[in-house]
């Protein structure tokens, strides 16, 4: 019986201790998040010319420029206060890499979604091939600061753990 509990201990703990952010920033490659992140911030600063420069020539539209314009309408002007990633996706196909990133931006006033597209023969030479914007009423998930922190959650758990193993031994004390 004590096995059992201290296998349950141990699973609760490896479970409480997860942190997603971590484990999404570690499928994605530093050199695509800078560069997610970057495209971001060239969005917000109106900075199309620069951006231009980063797409694939082939996604280089005629009306590329005015659909810049359109996603940086929806972006506000104060700094955001929290970014996380939500989703991340790469395939490495015959040396040739594609990269799908979804980040989540919470500014004072809105959650914005920023989807991004690239693709690459390597990690250094990466173009965008597409990006979005979006705003969202509701964050997918929440942001890395919020929620209890970890420690707490974990001393919870063990006070849990320990009160019922107390009232498991007086329940086999009394039955005996």
């Known amino acids: 019986m004590v096995k059992r509990i201290l296998c349950l201990v141990l699973v609760a703990?490896?479970?409480a201790s997860c942190d997603m952010q971590k484990m999404m920033k570690e499928m994605a490659a530093p050199q695509d998040l800078a560069l997610a992140h970057h495209a971001f911030d060239q969005l917000r600063s109106h900075d199309f010319a620069a951006l231009e420069t980063e797409?694939?020539?082939?996604?280089?539209?005629?009306?590329?420029?005015t659909t810049l314009g359109r996603l940086a309408a929806i972006i506000p002007t104060d700094d955001p206060g929290a970014s996380s990633i939500t989703y991340v996706k790469t395939t490495n196909t015959n040396g040739h890499r594609t990269v799908m990133l979804?980040?989540?931006?919470?500014?004072?006033?809105?959650?914005?979604?920023?989807?991004?597209?690239?693709?690459?023969?390597?990690?250094?030479?990466?173009?965008?091939?597409?990006?979005?914007?979006?705003?969202?009423?509701?964050?997918?998930?929440?942001?890395?600061?919020?929620g209890p922190p970890v420690w707490l959650i974990l001393a919870g758990l063990t006070l849990w753990l320990l009160l019922m193993i107390v009232i498991y031994r007086r329940y086999a004390r009394k039955t005996r």
Do not use: H
């Open 55 to 65: 797409y694939a020539p082939a996604a280089r539209k005629a009306d590329l420029e």
């Open 102 to 146: 979804i980040l989540l931006y919470q500014f004072p006033t809105r959650w914005l979604q920023f989807d991004i597209s690239t693709e690459g023969d390597s990690v250094d030479a990466m173009a965008i091939e597409t990006l979005d914007v979006s705003r969202i009423p509701v964050p997918v998930m929440p942001a890395a600061t919020s």
């Open 13 to 15: 703990w490896l479970v």
